[in-house]
């Protein structure tokens, strides 16, 4: 009965978890490439009194994303922070604190001032987005194990082994607070949820198991993701058997030629700083009502051991059987007005039970629509068809046929657009080429009319004759071999010399800028774009980058986080279902109970009419009187039975599980909303923050 309750308390984790929406948005370091050519921002040393009159950070808040490069067993290798700045309020300039070092403004022109930790930008009235790096110790600590059959082996000796590989990822919580939870200072620690994904190649990986999480495997790969809670079941003051909050994620495998890309890990704050508590209150009113009901139950058990003693004491002094008669009589009153005080509560019970259904199932149908799950409301006879249906619907492969159908459609809409920039691609290539041939006509045409220019000059000079002259000459022999090769010499010479060389790229240009030359290099390029080889060409770089763009968005950052969402959601209303189905079989219990209740109180109501009667013809019971002696002894133990097996173990889940949680789940809300940021927020700001682990590589090339 004890884990009904702790079963609300879990589906109202849950239901945070879903409502705060762990944001994947990015699994790898920032970096400035998302700026062309980024002009280096100024850091001026001002007055502080000038930059407070200046800053203006009213209405601006702080989103904060840390990077955790880390090695592949989780050692920090490098922290790079980058934050938003939130000018919902269109500011001018913008007061931020920061203890980040190398600052960049990665999206904008936007500068900035700073004095020691304080920063002023000169927002113009946009968001401002920078990073930096920082060394600071981590809230959330995380070590890697690596096991190779049942043996601890390091990163590098796994590289390439085979066997059954364990990888365990321990999460230690190194943020806490000291609060005051009903009057007693407690060690609060900053909830953070925590998901570990791994992506593992079919190939090298089979037969995996995951502690602390689910598998998702489309036939290539098999996504493993895995949740972990460290420090929340210590700052509830729950125990392991009461509460189960994993601390940790492990993930078994066959491995063949072990090899791991990396993994991923984000740990957010943010969930917790949704919950919902209000709804709390409604157990609280029950918990009175077993009060109540408890305290009837004494006074019911105390009227029949009466009862059994007024008939013990008759059947042993029948002569007394007046002074018997009469105890039996006041035993049966106080036995009807025990059952009677029990029953007047029934309503007040049943109404608080049904109050605790209808707000679990209220707050049930709000998680679910935070989730963007449509459905019907949820109601006490429909909600488990209901959810079996939803999680029908978030099966793995469904939601990749999904996934894939939806992205195959969104570039199948740029596909006009892939096709235009194909083709001005490969039109870029076709007039490269059109127009080095044509340049290389053009070049030789020029130079065979300089040559006989050169040759016209150098013949005049060496034989004073013009060219026709000079080669009848030779062809009537009238020329020697030397004058020849001197006069081919002089013109090979005077054709290799700069001022000629000059002459023959200027002539050359001069021609290829010409409009005879340039629409001929237009109708060329034209003539090939029509022909079917480039059409062919185009067609297949267009179809090839239409798949890339297909495959690169499936295997995006975004997609893998919406199937992980989607397979994690089927696991949070699994347990939403369990949670309901657990506190429907105590509700049910409690209504079969009140009638018993009822009817019992009934049936007191006739002994105490008997036992009147019982007064007023004490000689004719007098024979009857062992026969009820017996049944009052029945009745006695009966009803302690009753007491020890139901009322008292509804009482203690009630009060057990009421005592301080209320006030431990607000301290553990209100530790998260004091953990705004990592590297620094300014008073009067609102930030967040979300952490984000990458692990190196093992066996990768």
């Known amino acids: ?25 990015a699994l790898a370091a920032p970096s400035s490439s998302e700026k062309s050519d980024p002009e280096p921002s100024e850091s001026v040393s001002a007055p502080v009194e000038t930059l407070r009159a200046t800053a203006v950070s009213e209405g601006v808040t702080k989103d904060e994303t840390v990077y955790v490069l880390a090695g592949a067993d989780g050692s920090v290798e490098k922290l790079i922070v980058s934050d938003w700045l939130k000018n919902a309020g269109g500011a001018a300039s913008i007061r931020d604190r920061s203890e980040l070092t190398g600052i960049e403004n990665v999206k904008g022109d936007e500068t900035w001032t700073a004095v020691g930790n304080s920063l002023t930008w000169d927002a113009q009235g ?39 590989v364990t990888i365990r990822f321990d999460y230690t919580n190194k943020a806490s607070e000291s609060m005051d939870v009903d009057g007693k200072q407690e060690t609060i620690f900053v909830p953070f949820a925590v ?31 895995g949740v972990a ?23 078994a495998a066959d491995a063949e030629n072990f090899a791991l890309e990396t993994t991923i890990t984000v740990a957010a704050n943010e969930p917790f700083r949704e919950l919902e508590l209000d709804d709390l209150d409604s157990l609280g009113d ?22 059994y003693d007024g008939l013990s004491e008759l059947a042993e002094k029948s002569g007394a059987l007046s002074d018997g008669v009469g105890q039996l009589q006041s ?50 006879d429909n909600y488990a068809k209901v959810l079996t249906g939803v999680i029908s619907s978030l099966d793995g492969d469904a939601m990749y046929q999904k996934a894939l159908a939806q992205v195959t459609a969104a570039v199948e809409e740029q596909r006009p657009y892939i096709e235009e920039q194909v083709t001005a691609a490969v039109r870029e290539q076709v007039t490269a080429q059109v127009t080095a041939a044509v340049r290389e006509q053009v070049a030789a045409q020029v130079t065979a009319a300089v040559r006989e220019q050169v040759a016209e000059q150098v013949i005049s000079a060496a034989a004073g004759m013009d060219r026709a002259s000079y080669d009848a000459a030779v062809a009537g022999g009238l020329i020697d071999e030397a004058t020849q090769a001197a006069v081919e010499n002089a013109i090979e010479e005077q054709m290799g010399s700069e001022t000629v060389t000059r002459t023959i790229q200027a002539k050359t240009e001069e021609q290829m800028a010409s409009g005879d030359v340039q629409a001929l290099i237009a109708a060329n390029t034209e003539e090939q774009m029509g022909g079917d080889t480039v059409k062919g060409l185009i067609a297949s770089n267009t179809e090839a980058q239409v798949q890339k763009a297909i495959a690169d968005n499936m295997a995006s950052d975004q997609v893998q986080a919406q199937l992980a969402a989607a397979s994690e959601g089927a696991k949070s209303v699994i347990g939403l279902k369990t949670s309901l189905d657990s506190y429907n079989a105590f509700y049910t219990g409690l209504q079969t109970y009140t009638a018993g209740v009822a009817q019992a109180a009934s049936g007191a109501g006739e002994l105490k009419s008997g036992a009147d009667q019982l ?38 889940a009630v009060d057990g599980d009421l005592a301080g949680l209320t006030s431990r789940l607000q301290a553990v809300k209100d530790a998260a909303g004091d ?23 093992i066996g990768i090339p």
């Not at 992506?199 to 790969?221: K, P």
């Not at 953990?675 to 590589?697: N, P």
């Open 229 to 251: 809670f460290p420090g929340l079941r210590e700052s509830l003051g729950l125990d392991a058997e009461t509460l189960d909050l994993p601390d940790y994620v492990e993930i």
């Open 675 to 697: 953990y705004q940021s990592f590297a620094g927020l300014e008073d009067g700001m609102d930030g967040q923050v979300k952490f984000i682990y990458r692990t190196d590589s």
């Open 286 to 307: 029950l918990a009175g009502s077993m009060d109540e009901m408890t305290g009837a139950m004494a006074q019911l058990m105390d009227g029949a051991g009466q009862l």
């Open 615 to 652: 007064n007023a013809a004490v000689p004719a019971l007098i024979d009857g009187v062992g026969q009820l002696k017996d049944g009052a002894k029945e009745l006695s133990d009966g009803l302690t039975q009753f007491n020890e097996e139901a009322i008292q173990k509804l009482a203690d």
């Open 126 to 164: 946009n968001d401002i987005y920078y990073q930096g790096t920082i060394q600071r110790d981590l809230p959330v600590e995380m070590t890697v194990t690596y096991k190779l059959d049942g043996k601890t082996v390091t990163p590098a000796e796994l590289a390439g082994k085979s066997g059954r």
């Open 1 to 25: 009965m004890k884990t009904d309750l702790k079963r609300a308390l879990v589906l109202i984790l849950c239901g945070a978890l879903i409502l705060g929406g762990v944001s994947l948005t």
């Open 195 to 225: 998901l570990t994904g791994a992506v593992l190649d079919n190939e090298v990986f089979t037969n995996v198991e995951v502690t602390n999480g689910r598998l998702i495997n489309d036939g290539d790969r098999t996504a493993v993701v």
């Open 331 to 380: 035993g049966a009153a106080q036995l009807a007005s025990g059952l009677n005080t029990l029953a007047a509560n029934n309503a007040s019970l049943n109404g608080g039970a049904r109050q605790v259904f209808d707000t679990l199932l209220s707050t049930a149908n709000t998680q679910l629509a935070a989730a963007g799950l449509e459905v019907p409301a949820l109601t006490v």
